[in-house]
């Protein structure tokens, strides 16, 4: 007991009075509590930075784009004179590279993350897939492009076409709905797949009549990014060699003869919008710029309202499913 | 009730079709699956295949040591060097931008912001990732430049400066997101122990949440090397597209994407050697973002928390 006593006032003597030690420890607690206030202002000052930028970007293309934008801008074609000039085979082209990119990425996209989610054995092949899905989404898509230039242009002499972008494309963004495929049937929880097995559904018939139903809203967000995606790609584009000044449509899908649909335009050659907006930031005329300004504006504001939409459903679909 | 016993036996005609039809669809979605490893098999064997006869003409000596690369010139010459130091040059000012700003948005809006704020801001910034990289070669060249020359009046129309500055805006989203990921996945208890122990927030965040997140961090950063190595338009706008064995970041300079944007504007002809060369650009390309690929996987094992 003595002992410890006298170890107490050891210590005690060895310590600086009690009065310095609480105001040492105000002072340390003040220094924190700024340390805290002015990381909080460096976050918001940083975070303010990226948000201000965005809005620099929005601002500066849209006063010098917006102007530009009437109707005859979407009605007229590529021209030598900026103020004749329009983007009428951009975005026709765009629209038709579009089409074929969701025909090729959608199906194959979406078959492969149920695969991976409903049926795919735990063994090396699927290790194999699932690392393979992981790396191509980190490729960069100019890697894309040269395979497709070897690959889809001379190998297969598809040409330098709509279904050749399309293809491209498609491959480009496959990574991204098999990812959001099998996120989105992840959340659906086990005990419905139990249910449907009970009444004597097939692995199939569960997949077709419950999985897909539920997870749709999640796939139709992957869906929607991926096609955004794809409409702001330019570079495999350019290396695919797209064309860069098309005064001319793709032929009609639909002709007046029997069998009434036509499918010669995937052989067409094409231009898309960025691709346009592109070549006109290229030129050294500021009148051409202003052309690029207002192809960028339809081109953000397609990017921004497909994204808008897909946050929406995704919002929506979070909301309304509560398992 | 006959019929019903005929139908629950197991070599009933529907239930047999019904068997068939899983394993035929089952096959379907499994190619489907498979496509994806084909995909990658094409991006090799094209790269590869297109590279080799390149390197009849050059041997490899001077594709690695040569100091200029001109190959459309009648005295061409082949050094890879001044755009894989261009590549490095755009990445590495993107990543002075995006590494601080994405990091401390992302430990802010982690520990900082209230949820709901949280949930609202994150798709505003991922806006940001959203945009096409071509809107973001025009801001570069025609927004960011004309500002940096009030501030740096000897830097001309192209640099790699405004090109990396914009790069690393446009990666801050993928760096911010996969970062607050990480952080908010550490598990709250760590965070209360650290409080209880006295400490602030601001240490908590910094000592204890981000050494414990620093695996996803650390893949967060990776994803952003790569995207900003292989970012194309971006440079090809705004950074001249001339190759340039140079340090400074003022002065113009080309990438490996940008040069293969270059040619691709031409028209050459199918196994001319500047054809050939596009894809010896290429595959250097997918070389360095797969070593950093790679590197990145290992990090991720190693400094993964174990739980």
């Known amino acids: 007991m003595e002992t410890i006593m006298a170890s107490a006032s050891d210590v005690e003597n060895k310590l600086e009075p009690l009065s310095v030690l609480k105001s040492n420890l105000a002072v340390n607690v003040k220094q924190r509590k700024r340390s805290d206030f002015l990381f909080s202002l460096v976050g918001l000052m940083s975070l303010l930075f990226a948000l201000i930028t965005l809005l620099a970007l929005f601002v500066d293309l849209a006063m010098t784009g917006v102007p530009r934008i009437d109707l005859a801008f979407f009605a007229e074609f590529p021209s030598r004179f900026a103020s004749k000039a329009g983007i009428l085979s951009a975005w026709v082209g765009t629209f038709a590279v579009m089409i074929t990119t969701a025909f090729c990425a959608i199906p194959m996209g979406i078959a492969a993350g149920i695969y991976l989610e409903e049926y795919a054995p735990k063994n090396w092949l699927t290790r194999l897939i699932e690392l393979n899905i992981i790396n191509l989404a980190g490729v960069p898509s100019i890697t894309f492009g040269l395979m497709a230039l070897g690959l889809f242009v001379y190998k297969l002499q598809l040409g330098q076409s709509i279904l050749t972008a399309g293809l491209t494309l498609g491959l480009l963004v496959l990574p991204i709905i098999i990812v959001t495929t099998r996120e989105a049937i992840r959340t659906i929880p086990n005990s419905i797949r139990e249910a449907s097995y009970g009444l004597g559904a097939t692995h199939w018939q569960t997949i077709q009549d419950h999985i897909l139903p539920y997870s749709s809203g999640g796939i139709l967000t992957g869906v929607i990014i991926a096609l955004s995606r794809a409409i702001g790609e330019t570079a495999p584009l350019v290396t695919i060699g797209a064309l860069t000044f098309i005064a001319f449509l793709p032929s009609s899908p639909v002709s007046p003869e029997y069998p009434f649909l036509s499918f010669k335009w995937l052989m067409d050659s094409f231009t898309v919008m960025p691709i346009q907006m592109f070549n006109w930031i290229s030129r050294p005329q500021a009148e051409f710029h202003v052309n690029a300004a207002a192809t960028g504006v339809v081109l953000l504001l397609m990017t921004l309202i497909m994204n808008g939409i897909a946050i929406f459903i995704r919002y929506r679909f979070r909301k309304k499913m509560k398992w | ?307």
């Open chain 2, 1 to 307: 009730m006959a019929d019903l016993t005929a139908f629950t036996s197991a070599d009933h005609p529907v239930r047999k079709w019904r068997k068939v039809k899983d394993k035929i669809i089952e096959s379907i979605l499994f190619l489907a699956a498979l496509s994806s490893v084909f995909v990658t098999i094409g991006i090799i064997y094209i790269l590869v295949s297109e590279s080799l006869p390149f390197f009849q003409h050059v041997s490899f000596k001077e594709f690695v040591t040569e100091k200029e690369w001109t190959p459309m010139f009648s005295e061409a010459k082949f050094g890879i060097l001044p755009l894989v130091v261009g590549t490095f040059m755009a990445t590495l000012i993107a990543l002075t931008v995006a590494i601080p700003l994405g990091t401390i948005t992302a430990a802010y809006l982690s520990e900082y912001v209230k949820p709901n704020v949280r949930e609202m801001l994150k798709p505003i910034l991922e806006m940001l990732a959203a945009v096409p990289s071509v809107v973001y070669g025009y801001f570069a060249l025609l927004f960011v430049t004309p500002i940096l020359q009030k501030f740096l009046p000897e830097l001309g129309g192209f640099s790699v400066l405004s090109a990396g500055i914009v790069m690393g805006i446009m990666i801050i989203p993928y760096i911010s997101s996969l970062s607050e990921d990480a952080m908010r996945s550490v598990p709250t208890h760590l965070r209360e122990a650290s409080a209880a122990l006295g400490s602030s927030k601001f240490q908590t965040t910094f000592r204890v949440v981000f050494p414990s997140a620093f695996s996803g961090i650390s893949s967060a950063y990776i994803l952003g090397i790569s995207r900003a190595l292989g970012e194309t338009m971006v440079v090809a706008i705004a950074a001249g597209m001339q190759p340039n064995l140079s340090l400074n970041p003022l002065e113009p300079a080309s990438t490996i994407t940008a040069y293969i944007v270059q040619v691709s504007l031409g028209d050459l002809p199918h196994g001319s050697i500047g054809f050939q060369s596009i894809y010896v650009a290429g595959l250097t390309l997918l070389i360095m973002t797969l070593i950093f690929n790679v590197l990145g996987m290992w990090i991720k094992v190693r400094f993964q928390e174990k739980e």
